[in-house]
């Protein structure tokens, strides 16, 4: 089992930057891959990126603005997003898996999401 808390979410103006973290406990955090995803409102659920379990490999859906990374020693893994914009505005959520993928069904544990607003 393995526990996930997302922080560092906010209300932000267009242009400004945030840094998600989300830490975990439980099992061995180091052995996951790690991955973002978010939930605008209205909208499904959405794949943001995803870390292998030593951090060397990213997987990225394009959006160049965001930048994800794992610190294994402080089991935390954060998402460095830049410029936001009005459209980032979402319910941002770090999940665990064992591929690195965007597809949901291979995340096993979920944290319980940290809201970002951007303010136009």
């Known amino acids: 089992q393995v526990q996930l808390v997302e922080s560092g979410g906010g209300l932000v103006q267009a242009g400004d930057s945030l840094r998600l973290s989300c830490a975990a406990s439980?099992?061995?955090?180091?052995?996951?891959?790690m991955g973002w995803f978010r939930q605008a409102p209205g909208k499904e659920r959405e794949f943001v990126t995803a870390i292998n379990s030593s951090g060397r490999s990213v997987y990225y859906t394009g959006k160049g603005r965001f930048t994800i990374s794992r610190d294994n020693a402080k089991n935390t893994v954060y998402l460095q997003m830049n410029n936001l914009k009005p459209e980032d505005t979402a319910v941002y959520y770090c999940?665990?898996?064992?591929?690195?993928?965007?597809?949901?069904?291979?995340?096993?544990?979920w944290g319980q999401g940290t809201q970002v607003t951007v303010s136009s």
């Open positions: 999940a665990a898996g064992g591929l690195l993928t965007g597809q949901e069904r291979h995340y096993n544990y």
């Open positions: 439980g099992r061995t955090f180091s052995g996951y891959i």
